[in-house]
Nanobody, 125 residues
Framework: VQLQASGGGLVQAGGSLRLSCAASGRTFSSYGMGWFRQAPEKEREFVAAINWGGGTTGYAESVKGRFTISRDNAKNTLYLQMNSLKPEDTAFYYC???????????????????WGQGTQVTVSS
């Protein structure tokens, strides 16, 4: 399984970005997915998660109401729409696949066993 994240960039505070995560293989639709982020000298933190069917989502409190996670199983692609971006959203963003088939969402990195390479998001003030 390979996960390829894209869509990061430099944006002013208040702006928007949409991240994408393209997955290889035929089993994308059977696994929950998540987005995490890591800023310099900080631990990786949970951002958002979605279950295998797309009907259940979860968000970190810091992004709730601003970010939206979604998936297109026909395209093997995960998305993260980020609106009203703040400087504190600056980080490398990683997509990840749950280790359990047909499992629910998870906020812990330990619940994921495949990770993309990350895409940088920089929000200027």
């Amino acid at each position: 399984v390979q996960l390829q994240a894209s869509g990061g960039g430099l944006v002013q505070a208040g702006g928007s970005l949409r991240l994408s995560c393209a997955a290889s293989g035929r089993t994308f639709s059977s696994y929950g997915m998540g987005w995490f982020r890591q800023a310099p000298e900080k631990e990786r933190e949970f951002v958002a998660a979605i279950n295998w069917g797309g009907g259940t989502t979860g968000y970190a409190e810091s992004v709730k109401g601003r970010f939206t996670i979604s998936r297109d199983n026909a395209k093997n692609t995960l998305y993260l729409q980020m609106n009203s971006l703040k400087p504190e959203d600056t980080a490398f963003y990683y997509c990840a696949r749950r280790s359990t088939m047909y499992g629910g969402t998870s906020t812990s990195p330990l619940g994921y066993n495949y990770w993309g390479q990350g895409t940088q998001v920089t929000v200027s003030s």
